[in-house]
């Protein structure tokens, strides 16, 4: 069984950073493409970033080059580097996977089978 945990959310001010990370088992390491989406209260969730089991990215326009998407198959695990936050990065961020080999890398909700719970961000002006 394919489980997910994120972790590293936190309360930020704007212009920090932060690290995510999403601990995945019950799968084989490097099969799965896997992303990071996110919820603001309100909101629908949307992607932010993805990275294919070829090592290729895709981010939202709203985070490129500011957030880094990275993953260690040895450690089984995701990360998302978070740099120069706003307030309105703050949200609920969630990790997910799709078995998938090759890209590109997927940044819609539908595409992805198993989530995590969720990490919350939250950026303070």
């Known amino acids: 069984q394919v489980q997910l945990v994120e972790s590293g959310g936190g309360s930020m001010q704007a212009g920090g950073s932060l690290t995510l990370s999403c601990a995945a088992s019950?799968?084989?390491?490097?099969?799965?493409?896997m992303g990071w989406f996110r919820q603001a209260p309100g909101k629908e969730r949307e992607g932010v970033a993805a990275?294919?089991?070829?090592?290729?990215?895709s981010y939202a326009d709203s985070v490129k080059g500011r957030f880094t998407i990275s993953k260690d198959n040895a450690k089984n695990t995701l990360y998302l580097q978070m740099n120069s936050l706003k307030p309105e990065d703050t949200a609920m961020y969630y990790c997910?996977?799709?078995?998938?080999?090759?890209?590109?890398?997927?940044?819609?909700?539908?595409?992805?089978?198993?989530w995590g719970q969720g990490t919350q961000v939250t950026v303070s002006s």
């Open positions: 019950g799968y084989t390491p490097g099969s799965f493409c």
């Open positions: 997910a996977a799709v078995p998938l080999l090759g890209g590109p890398p997927k940044l819609e909700i539908y595409d992805y089978k198993y």
């Open positions: 990275i294919a089991t070829d090592g290729s990215t």
